[in-house]
């Protein structure tokens, strides 16, 4: 079975700083993983996704995730947030090849303070 | 526009009184999905169906039904509910079995309250 672990349900930050939202996951297996976003009062919508390749995968709106396989992380990074990037993020796994059940996390609910 | 579409998106209900929250999608998706939105829980899957005819449970379906006549829809049957399915649902689709890497297409989402 595959989990994924956001540690950090809420992360206030100041406007113009970076930030970086931390996702671990688990699995025996190769894998898929994905951030997406949700707005207030919207559905979710997909930021990046991780799927082969470079690990350094580029997303919308500025965010970028690097695959760090020997630590099983997938961290979502912003150099410089606006009022905006205010949100909930969650991070998604699922096994790569064919269909194969997503797993999210908990969320991550992204302050920014101007 | 390419959009998965959920309605009603407020909803409040007496324990008991069947309900039915549809979703439609118009990019003749295979894959569509369901899924609860509750704080502290994330998403956890309600069923899934990969093509017509074709449902399965997910993570928490007791208490839930669905069914998948046509391609396009994919309606959320609560036949008699409770307090505890007070909630915020999500109607989601995908072009292929699954993710495939792809991702999920998600509609707005209806909030459930039952009393």
């Known amino acids: 079975a595959q989990s994924v672990t956001q540690l950090d349900s809420q992360v206030p930050v100041f406007e113009e700083a970076p930030v970086e939202l931390r996702c671990n996951y688990s699995s025996s297996v190769s894998v898929y993983l994905f951030w997406y976003v949700q707005y207030p009062n919207q559905g979710l919508q997909l930021l990046l996704k991780?799927?082969?390749?470079?690990?350094l995968v580029k997303g919308i709106n500025g965010f970028e995730a690097e695959f760090n396989k020997s630590q099983t992380s997938f961290h979502l990074r912003k150099p410089s947030v606006h009022i905006s990037d205010t949100a909930e993020y969650f991070c998604a796994v699922s096994r790569s090849g064919g269909y194969q059940k997503v797993t999210f996390g908990t969320g991550t609910k992204l302050q920014v303070i101007p | 526009e390419a959009q998965v579409t959920q309605n009603p998106r407020y909803l409040i209900t007496v324990t008991g009184k069947k309900l039915t929250v549809t979703c439609s999608q118009n990019?003749?998706?295979?894959?569509m999905s369901w899924y609860r939105q509750d704080p502290g829980l994330g998403l956890r899957q309600i069923y899934y169906?990969?093509?017509?005819?074709?449902?399965d449970k997910g993570d928490v379906p007791e208490g839930y039904k669905v069914s998948r006549k046509e391609k396009r829809n994919f309606p959320l049957i609560l036949e008699s509910p409770s307090p505890n399915q007070t909630s915020l649902y999500f109607c989601?689709?995908?072009?292929?079995?699954?993710?495939?890497?792809?991702?999920?297409?998600f509609g707005s989402g209806t909030r459930l309250t039952v009393v």
């Open positions: 990019m003749n998706h295979e894959y």
């Open positions: 991780y799927l082969s390749g470079s690990t």
């Open positions: 989601a689709s995908s072009p292929d079995l699954g993710t495939g890497g792809v991702g999920y297409t």
């Open positions: 169906s990969m093509n017509v005819e074709v449902t």
